[in-house]
């Protein structure tokens, strides 16, 4: 198993998916752990992450994610890396999270565009392609970055944080997809 990612086909409602953006991006709640944001590192990229438990959308999340259990606890977003970016790798980690519920461990990247996402790892026989309709597993506090330095359109993934690591991810995810 790969210490970095590992990819899943999922059949994902994509236009569902993207009616929860609006409620997801203009939602500001009254606890600290959220994230709006228009950058990171030195990169562009937009990303609008929220605890589902400051949204209304749950029940409908829970429907479009089955068979993956999904609770109130988990976080939810919308990250897209413009055209032509080169996403530096980096380690969520250490963004400060560790000792909140917002922990970023392991992140679940669904691949929302019609094109391939190809994100990067430390170790270059790591990176890997996320398909369209396929399912990203990512390790968060291994280092991790997005090349779409040759990609002339911008590209969208819906990530939920099931608050496991990594390795408990993949092990849940092998059981029930």
């Known amino acids: 198993m790969s210490k970095f990612s590992t990819v899943y086909d999922f059949k994902l409602d994509i236009p569902a998916i993207l009616e929860l953006e609006h ?9 600290p752990y959220y ?8 990169a562009p990229v937009k990303q609008d992450i929220l605890m589902l438990s400051d949204l209304s959308c749950l029940e409908r999340v829970k429907e479009l994610l089955s068979p993956i259990e999904v609770l109130a606890e988990h976080s939810i977003g919308f990250e897209t890396v413009p055209a032509n970016v080169h996403l530096k790798n980096h380690e969520d980690f250490l963004v400060g999270w560790a000792t909140n519920p917002f922990v970023r461990k392991c992140n679940i990247l669904f691949n929302l565009e019609d094109h391939p996402i190809y994100i990067t790892h430390g170790k270059e026989d790591e990176c890997k392609y996320i398909m369209p309709g396929q399912v990203m597993v990512l390790n968060v506090t291994r280092s991790h970055g997005c090349d779409h330095s040759n990609i002339n359109v911008s590209s969208k993934m819906f990530s939920i944080n099931l608050r496991k690591n990594y390795f408990d991810t993949v092990t849940y995810l092998n059981n029930i997809l």
């Not at 203009?26 to 606890?31: A, E, G, H, L, V």
């Open 35 to 42: 994230m709006h944001t228009e950058r990171y590192e030195d």
């Open 23 to 31: 409620e997801v991006a203009n939602t500001t709640p009254d606890s």
